[in-house]
């Protein structure tokens, strides 16, 4: 098992979540189009794409596609087109709606170049004909497909902060979901995931069967016995001798097991040992790695990236309140239910349903 700090993980280097693998794939089995979130480092892209290598094994098609970058509906399509791309009859197919544009055998031509030329020939007024077509050309395909689009719902918020975003929304929401019903019993199945989620953003729209077609699927943290079996498992994949209680102090620092921090920390008190000369970590390690490492000025790129991540999903009110609960979790280790209900009674004064918006706020966090 490797160590991995930063990208997601497959095969080999995937640990545990066989639950919820066995219970996403009983749904995409079923052809259920799936809402998968989570929070950010939770493992949601990780355990989307080990869902779609073990699919591949039983002759599956697995295509991924990550909008984050995505600017509007037509960027989206492009990317989905750029994930079919190494599918040849998907391709091909595609390639003849849009010969306009596709001059060149898609042999030889990249998929990125694929991309490129599709986005050309997409627009306002022909992005819904055209991205009806590549998903009815994936769900004509004698093997069964699974189609992930990762961080939706960020491109969803870019799109809400533009001119008419409400109605861009909606119209492409209303669509997804026609195409998809459409479809029906086809060889298509979708998973839509992002750190946000849909539900905040459709109810607060007030459009909430917009997703209703959609089966929504929380993945979790792990529990104090799976993180702890994880950074058992790095250090004698690395032969990093650790004293007792050590993984169970590093669950105790963390307070909660995402994924991706019980990684991090198994890495910074691996490079602590090597700099001290030794092969050995102790609980006093431990500690001093939290304090310099991780609450250190290395360790605030994922505290920044957060932050950002909060800003792209959150609209000003909501940014502001998510910092309000962080604030009083940061300085009083907890976000109990009193402070709530002051938060609650402090933005009632100044925004609609503050209710709402702080458990909504909650939901991201």
Known sequence: MNSSTGRWVSDDDFFNREREL???????????????????????????RELGRRLEVEDWIFLFADVEGATCVEDAV????????????????????????????????????????????LDAGSWRRYG????RDCAMQDKPVLLVIDELPI???RMLNGEDGVRQVD?????????LQGIGDGSLVLIVSGSIGLTPLVNRLGIPDRINHLYPFRLGPWDRNTSID????????????????????????????????????????RDHATMQGRDRVTVEDVEEVYRTGL??????????????????????????????????????????????????ELYA?????????????????
Not at 132 to 135: F, I, M, P, S, Y
Not at 305 to 330: F, G, N, Q, V
Not at 349 to 360: E, K, L, N
Request: proline share 3%.
């Open 230 to 269: 994880c950074f058992q498992s790095l250090a004698e994949s690395y032969k990093l001798q650790v004293e007792d209680d050590v993984a169970n102090a590093v669950y105790d620092a963390l307070g909660v097991g995402i994924p991706h921090h019980v990684q991090s920390f198994f890495a910074r008190l």
């Open 349 to 365: 004064r100044v925004v609609d349903d503050a209710q709402g918006r702080i458990a909504d706020t909650l939901e991201i966090l």
């Open 295 to 344: 609450l250190g000025p290395s360790g605030q790129n994922d505290l920044v990236h957060y932050e950002t991540r909060l800003k792209e999903a959150l609209e000003d009110e909501s940014h502001t309140i998510a910092m309000e609960i962080l604030a009083e979790a940061a300085t009083q280790g907890v976000f109990t239910p009193g402070a709530r209900r002051c938060l609650e």
């Open 155 to 157: 491109l969803l918020k």
């Open 132 to 135: 009806e077509q590549l998903l």
């Open 171 to 179: 119209e492409f929401l209303s669509w997804l979901r026609g195409v």
């Open 78 to 121: 492009a990317d989905i087109a750029q994930a079919v791309h190494p599918i040849r009859p998907i391709a091909s197919r595609f390639a003849i709606e849009m010969k306009r544009w596709l001059d060149d055998n898609i042999e030889e031509i990249n998929a990125y170049e694929f991309r490129v030329k599709i986005r050309a020939g």
């Open 22 to 48: 066995r219970i996403l794939e009983t749904r995409v089995r079923d052809g259920n189009h799936i809402l998968l979130t989570g929070q950010r480092r939770m493992g949601k892209t990780s355990i989307a």
